[in-house]
């Protein structure tokens, strides 16, 4: 596996049909493979996005089904080339679904998938307010994947805010942290860059982070500013906030040298509360 790679995020805006989707999705997606992509990263809920009041309903069909799963498949075998799938909506059961992500091999193969664990349930204020679990099916298990383009560890939006994720990722091999999101235009404006470049720092590793951008047909808005950052916390590309792309070269060994150099993500210990006093487990 070389550990070169030059990687491109997709900072898609969200659009009400899987129809649109697609065509949102290709133009990008043609034009960062010309720029030489080797793996395209597309943002949360890329497969079609509207909301009613404070809550997402996003166009939703079964996983065999579900026509931007294949697009992606198709392009990625077309074109040689891997696609995270950030997220798109699979049917799931008691009028919810799964708010799920994907990688694609270079052969048009799901080489993994994965199902957002942290649901969105917030209220930041009297007027706005977030109900994901009213809809959403939680995901239970993290996912950890090995490719041609290094190991990756998959996530999705709100994961960002929970660090214990990604150091259990970081420990099973991820050298690439993925968050897809369509972070909120008020919450990324306050925590968007400092939480993405925290993970990167506490893990020594790259964090990937495509992300909607724009309104939201039906309320609200994404964020943008889609970001590639090092493994020692340094922004090496930023969407800003334009529909287009970010491309970026990483270097997969500068995982094991910022993790050398602060081998922090090993040298950790867990620790328990009881009785009121702090005492370590090993």
């Known amino acids: 596996m070389a550990s070169l790679v030059k990687i491109a995020c997709l900072q898609t805006?969200?659009?009400p049909s899987i129809a649109k989707a697609i065509m949102e999705a290709r133009e990008l997606a043609i034009e960062a493979i010309d720029s030489g992509a080797e793996f395209l990263f597309l943002p949360e809920y890329c497969g079609g996005l509207k909301s009613?009041?404070?809550?997402?309903?996003?166009?939703c069909e079964t996983e065999k089904n579900h026509e931007f799963l294949q697009f992606a498949c198709d392009m990625a075998?077309?074109?040689?080339?891997?696609?995270m799938v950030g997220s798109i909506a699979i049917t799931g059961i008691d009028n919810k679904y799964y708010n799920?992500?994907?990688i694609i091999d270079n052969y048009g193969n799901i080489s993994s998938?994965?199902?957002?664990?942290?649901?969105?349930?917030?209220?930041?204020d009297e007027k706005t307010s977030y109900e994901e679990s009213a809809t959403v099916i939680g995901g239970g298990?993290?996912?950890?994947?090995?490719?041609?383009?290094?190991?990756i560890g998959h996530t999705i939006c709100y994961d960002l805010r929970f660090p214990q994720l990604y150091r259990s990722l970081s420990l099973e091999g991820a050298e690439i942290l993925a968050v897809p999101a369509a972070f909120t235009k008020r919450t990324g404006e306050a925590h968007w860059h400092i939480l993405n470049?925290?993970?990167?720092?506490e893990n020594g590793a790259y964090v990937v982070a495509p992300c909607a951008i724009g309104s939201v047909e039906g309320g609200g808005?994404?964020?943008?500013?889609?970001l590639i950052v090092d493994p020692w916390g340094s922004v090496i590309a930023d969407g800003g906030e334009d529909r287009g792309i970010i491309v970026a070269d990483i270097d997969l060994d500068r995982v094991a040298e910022a993790r050398a150099r602060i081998p922090s993500l090993f040298n950790g210990k867990e620790f328990e509360i009881n009785d009121d006093k702090i005492r370590v487990t090993a």
């Open 100 to 102: 799920r992500g994907y």
């Open 221 to 226: 808005a994404a964020y943008g500013h889609s």
């Open 113 to 124: 998938k994965y199902s957002k664990i942290h649901l969105f349930d917030i209220t930041l």
């Open 197 to 201: 470049r925290a993970r990167a720092i």
């Open 77 to 83: 075998k077309s074109q040689n080339i891997w696609i």
């Open 141 to 151: 298990n993290a996912t950890v994947v090995d490719t041609a383009h290094g190991k």
């Open 13 to 15: 805006r969200p659009v």
């Open 52 to 59: 009613s009041s404070s809550i997402f309903s996003p166009p």
